[in-house]
């Protein structure tokens, strides 16, 4: 088959798969968008909506295809994610290693505290400041093999700005949260095909296992990067090399 028309093949399946994503991500934020949260909750951000340019350029620059790796975190953080709209998307992170721009819309409700400032924001999410961008410092070479993606697109805060994570929700909001967020993880996996899920955290190991126990892809973990964790605090980034090493995976 000559040359050019196996690179056009590989560009329309990469078209393809990203697309894909992108119409994933896309139900995912329609279905979570009809869910409702009480108090402690008095506010929930959702970046697949007011942030959708910045991270369908994120699927469709790196989800473009078969992916080696699945890292998974737990929910968007305030300054990460809420800002960006991707997962574990520090503004630098993603101007200077993902090189992607573009706006950010304002949400419906604002905590002003928490203020959504797109890639104008100057604060740096605690998880990304601790493992120093690693999930995503390598960028194009990185994303040859692995992926990133957070289980749950909403960022919930309490009226102090707290952040709450969502195994803090009461179960009968938990209940349809999850099963939106696992439906959505069986796609990615199903269309990424990685051969393992790595939570980052236990909370992210805990529903990969839940969600995919029909699948047969093989689960792992590595330590959260979060200065609230022992772990992270005591040298993050060797212990997520560590837990890589104990998988077999390494880093090119």
Known sequence: M????KNNQKSRTRRSTALRMIE???ALADRTRRLRFGLPVTHVYRPLDYARELHESYLATYADGDRDVLFLGMNPGP???AQTGIP????????????IDGSVEMPPRMHEKRPIQGLDCTRNEAAVAVGRGRLIGFAARFFNRFFVANYCPLCFLEASGC???PDKLPPEERRPLYAACDQALVGI???LKPSIVIGVGAFAETRAREALKETGVRIGRIPHPSPASPAANRGWAGQADSALASLGIAFD
């Open 2 to 5: 000559p040359t050019q028309i």
């Open 163 to 165: 952040n709450r994570t």
């Open 79 to 81: 300054w990460g994610m």
């Open 88 to 99: 574990f998307g520090a503004v630098g992170a993603v101007r200077e290693w993902l090189r």
């Open 189 to 191: 996996v199903g269309i």
């Open 24 to 26: 994933l991500s896309r």
